[in-house]
């Protein structure tokens, strides 16, 4: 799909959780699940775009692992169609799209009553299908996030392995690829621009997530959130391109040499992303990439014109975007998992908790020092040692679910 046409996408929509929440249920359920992100909203959503296929498997168990409602809406070609999962896995209300304005009306009323009326004629009118989901989004309180954000990311993967390798974990959620051979052992995987996100890490999700071996691999995306990272696994390290610490810049290049099997690359890495520098997040890129053999990559430019560079590469092949696959469940009943996913969520609550409390702390150390009492600052100060401790002992305890099997 050429860049600048329109995309289609699905959205599973979770209400009254929080990004870590949803992204736990959803690999308790399936591990190597390799969808996008959690997008958090100030209005108690969290959106997943992720494939039509994925969502109607997790939508019901995920609802009833939350507790609360979980919307799926897909904008595919002229078509936009919503459904509708509620707590107890067997009240499940559409897919509805308009032609059946009961059906709509259903929907909406089951979502605590929302406009009904406005969303049944929202999903029967003629405009086009992105439109229809954001006039329907509005009648029944849905946030619509921005897309055209996913589409901003340009970036690439470096993959130390073969391309043969790399090709059969492609294509992945709907998304094609541009395989570029470098050397024997090692390849540049570039999103196409194909499917609702041109983020990179779509694309490392799987090599890192999805069933069999991970593959080691660097990925870098110098687009409005300029990174880099490391990943040989469920876990990764990353780094600001636009503003590294010289602490994230050793940590970086020590697992760059570690994932690489290659220990001379440490200190030219470390040289090349050299926090010192005054440069851009594209001129660290670009050095990084000359390092690890791939300087004639244009770092720096669009995700159009790096499309358009790859396509035009010797021996590059073009892994062409295929329908998403359904999500290998390992539990088909939520009961199986729902232990495991409350001790994670509590855990993640009493985390933010002591984040807050820090918080507090520190400006009650501002407090003392500059009005007084200034005797408190002592106590406030091992206060805060110990939230910190706290935080640091829960974050060990909270790796991703599928590190832990």
């Not at 609360?68 to 509805?96: H, K, Q």
């Not at 979502?111 to 049944?120: I, N, S, T, V």
């Not at 009961?335 to 969520?345: E, K, N």
Request: charged share 20%; glycine share 10%; aromatic share 4%.
């Amino acid at each position: 799909m050429p860049y600048g046409e329109p995309v289609d996408y699905t959205l599973l929509q979770a209400h009254n959780t929080t990004p870590g929440d949803v992204e736990d249920a959803i690999r308790l359920l399936a591990p190597h699940w390799a969808g996008g992100t959690a997008v958090d909203h100030s209005d108690f959503w969290v959106t997943v775009p992720t494939t039509e296929t994925a969502a109607r498997a997790l939508a019901p168990r995920l609802a009833s692992l939350i507790g609360d409602d979980v919307v799926t809406t897909t904008v595919a070609g002229d078509e936009c169609r919503m459904a509708l999962d509620r707590p107890g896995g067997d009240r499940t209300v559409g897919p509805v799209d308009g032609r059946d304005t009961g059906a709509a009306t259903e929907l909406a009323g089951a979502l605590r009553g929302r406009k009904a009326e406005e969303f049944a004629a929202a999903l029967a009118t003629d405009l086009p299908a992105a439109e229809r989901h954001r006039s329907a989004a509005r009648a029944l309180g849905l946030p619509v996030p921005d897309l055209s954000g996913l589409r901003q990311h340009a970036g690439l993967l470096v993959v130390w392995a073969a391309a043969g390798t790399v090709r059969s974990r492609l294509p992945v959620d709907g998304h094609g690829a541009h395989v570029v051979p470098l050397g024997s052992n090692a390849c540049l995987v570039v999103p196409d621009g194909s499917g609702w996100s041109t983020d990179p890490r779509t694309h490392g999700r799987a090599f890192t997530r999805t069933a069999g071996t991970p593959l080691p691999v660097v990925g870098i995306d110098w687009g409005t959130n300029p990174a880099m990272w490391v990943s040989s696994g469920p876990e990764d390290s990353t780094l600001d391109l636009a503003a590294p610490s010289r602490g994230q810049v050793a940590a970086a290049a020590a697992a760059v040499a570690r994932v690489a099997g290659r220990p001379e690359l440490e200190t030219k890495v470390a040289a090349a992303l050299d926090p010192a520098a005054d440069v851009s997040a594209g001129r660290r890129a670009a050095d990084l990439l000359g390092v690890l053999g791939a300087g004639d990559v244009p770092a720096g430019a669009s995700a159009g014109d790096l499309a358009s560079w790859a396509a035009e590469r010797d021996g590059g092949t073009h892994v062409a975007a295929q329908p998403g696959r359904a999500v290998a469940l390992r539990h088909d009943d939520p009961a199986a998992v729902a232990p495991a996913f409350r001790q994670r969520r509590n855990l993640r609550r009493v985390r933010n908790a002591a984040g807050i409390l820090e918080l507090v702390g520190w400006v009650g150390i501002v407090i003392f020092v500059t009005q007084g009492p200034i005797v408190w600052a002592a106590p406030t100060i091992v206060a805060i040692g110990l939230l910190e401790l706290l935080r640091r002992y829960l974050k060990r305890r909270l790796p991703p679910p599928e590190s832990r099997r």
